[in-house]
C-alpha cells in the first residue's frame, strides 16, 4: 500500500508536481483546475501557466460560455458560469482534440473570453504543438 499523497500547498510546490510528472509522461499532460465561479481559478491557472513557462499552454472553459444574446433568449443571463450556459460539447471536443493534436503534433485553436463585454473569441488562443502541459481552468 502507498502512501497517501501530501496536499499541495504552495504555487511552487504545484509547479514542481506538475514538472515531475510531464518529465515522466511520454506525451502531453493535461492538468485540471475546477472551482465555483469567482474562486480565483483563472488566476491560479494563469500563475501556473507562468510558472512553467514555454511547455504550458492555458485553456479555459470561459472561452465556451455561450454569446451574450443566446443567454438572454434563454433567460439564463443571471445565471452565467452554470453548467447549462457553456457550450459543453464544444469543450469536450476541444479536450479531445487537444489530446489528438498531441499525437499528431500539430497546434489546436481554442475560444478565449473577453471579460469587458464578457463574450466568447472564437480562435482566440493556439496552443501549439510543443504544449507539453496544458492547463485547463473549468467549472
Known amino acids: 500500500m502507498s ?3 501530501a496536499p499541495l500547498t504552495s504555487i511552487d510546490e504545484v509547479v514542481r508536481s506538475i514538472t515531475e510528472l510531464a518529465n515522466r509522461s511520454a506525451g502531453r499532460i ?3 483546475v475546477t472551482g465555483a465561479p469567482g474562486s ?3 488566476t491560479l491557472c494563469a500563475q501556473l501557466v507562468e510558472a512553467l513557462g514555454a511547455s504550458a499552454a492555458l485553456l479555459p ?3 465556451f460560455h455561450l ?8 433567460g439564463r443571463r443571471d445565471r452565467m458560469g452554470a453548467p447549462d ?3 459543453v460539447d464544444g469543450f469536450v471536443a476541444a479536450l479531445h482534440a487537444v489530446r489528438a493534436a498531441d499525437l499528431a503534433h500539430t497546434a489546436v485553436t481554442v475560444p478565449g473570453f473577453d471579460r469587458e463585454s464578457e463574450e466568447a473569441i472564437a480562435d482566440a488562443i ?3 504543438a510543443d504544449a507539453g502541459i496544458v492547463v485547463v481552468d473549468g467549472n
Open 30 to 32: 493535461i492538468v485540471g
Open 61 to 63: 472553459m470561459d472561452g
Open 3 to 5: 502512501a497517501p499523497i
Open 40 to 42: 480565483g481559478k483563472s
Open 85 to 87: 450556459t457553456f457550450d
Open 67 to 74: 454569446q451574450q444574446a443566446r443567454l438572454v433568449e434563454l
Open 126 to 128: 493556439t496552443i501549439s
